[in-house]
C-alpha cells in the first residue's frame, strides 16, 4: 500500500524542445492526445496513490488550470511554485517540504514510470537510508550510465562526469526524507543531481534496481517512444 505522497518536478524551461516549451510547458505537451502530466497522473492513481505535490515553475499556472486539484483523478493535487526566480530541481523540492510531509516520492515531470511505487516504498522503508534512488542497467544504451552499485547502495552518482565502471542510470523515481535535504540551503537554486552525489558519498542512498524501460518527453526522440508506447497499450 502507497501512503506517501509524489512530488512532481515540473519547473524547466524544457529548452530542448524549444520553441514548442515557450508557450506550454513540457508537462501539458499533448502526447497520444492528451496532456503530458494527465498521463502521469493517471498512472500515479492507478498504482493507489492519492497525495501529489506539483512543483512548477515555468508557466505553471497552466498546469494548475489544466489539472485543479486533482479530483478528476481520484487524488488531491497541491502546487508549490518557484517564484521570481527559478529554483531548479533541489531548490523547488525543499520550498514544497511545508506540503509533502516526513518522506515523499520525487518524480521527474516528464518521466513515465510503469514500475511499481509500492515495491519502491517497501524497499525505502526497509533500507534505514535517508533516500531511495531507482536505477535502470542501462550500459549507455539511451544516455551515458552514471551511478555506481555496492551492497545495495549508490557509492557513487556522477551526472556531469559519468566514469567507466558505471552501468546503470538513475530511472527516474526516488524517495526522500526530509532529513535528507536538511543541509541544502533554504531558498536558493540547486540540483537535485548534487543532493543525490552528496548522500551517495555519505552511504545514505540506497538503491533499487528496476526492470521496465523508462519512458520520457524530455527529447524529440523520448517523445516518439512514450507516444508509441502509450498507443500500444491502447491509450490507457
Request: hydrophobic share 45%; net charge negative; aromatic share 8%.
Amino acid at each position: 500500500m502507497i501512503t506517501l505522497p509524489v512530488a512532481i518536478l515540473a519547473g524547466g524551461l524544457a529548452t530542448r524542445l524549444r520553441p514548442v516549451t515557450e508557450k506550454v510547458p513540457k508537462a501539458l505537451l499533448p502526447i497520444a492526445g492528451r496532456p503530458f502530466i494527465h498521463w502521469q497522473l493517471g498512472l500515479l492513481a492507478q498504482q493507489g496513490v492519492t497525495e501529489v505535490a506539483v512543483c512548477a515553475g515555468h508557466l505553471g499556472e497552466q498546469i494548475q488550470a489544466a489539472v485543479g486539484d486533482g479530483s478528476g483523478f481520484g487524488m488531491t493535487v497541491r502546487y508549490s511554485f518557484d517564484g521570481d526566480t527559478l529554483l531548479g530541481t533541489g531548490g523547488a523540492l525543499k520550498r514544497a517540504l511545508p506540503i509533502l510531509g516526513a518522506a515523499f516520492f520525487v518524480l521527474y515531470g516528464d518521466s513515465y514510470l510503469r514500475c511499481s511505487f509500492a515495491a519502491v516504498q517497501t524497499a525505502y522503508e526497509d533500507s534505514a537510508a535517508l533516500g531511495l534512488m531507482t536505477v535502470f542497467c542501462n550500459e549507455d544504451r539511451w544516455e551515458k550510465s552514471n551511478v555506481l552499485l555496492r551492497d545495495g547502495r549508490v557509492v557513487e552518482y556522477d551526472k556531469h562526469s559519468p566514469r567507466p565502471g558505471m552501468r546503470h542510470i538513475d530511472y527516474g523515481l526516488s524517495i526522500l526524507s526530509v532529513q535528507a535535504l536538511q543541509r541544502s540551503p533554504a531558498s536558493a537554486a540547486f540540483d537535485l543531481a548534487d543532493l543525490y552525489h552528496e548522500l551517495a558519498s555519505r552511504g545514505e542512498l540506497a538503491a533499487l534496481t528496476v526492470n521496465e524501460r523508462f519512458y520520457e518527453i524530455g527529447s524529440v526522440g523520448g517523445i516518439e517512444a512514450t507516444e508509441r508506447h502509450l498507443m500500444s497499450w491502447g491509450g490507457r
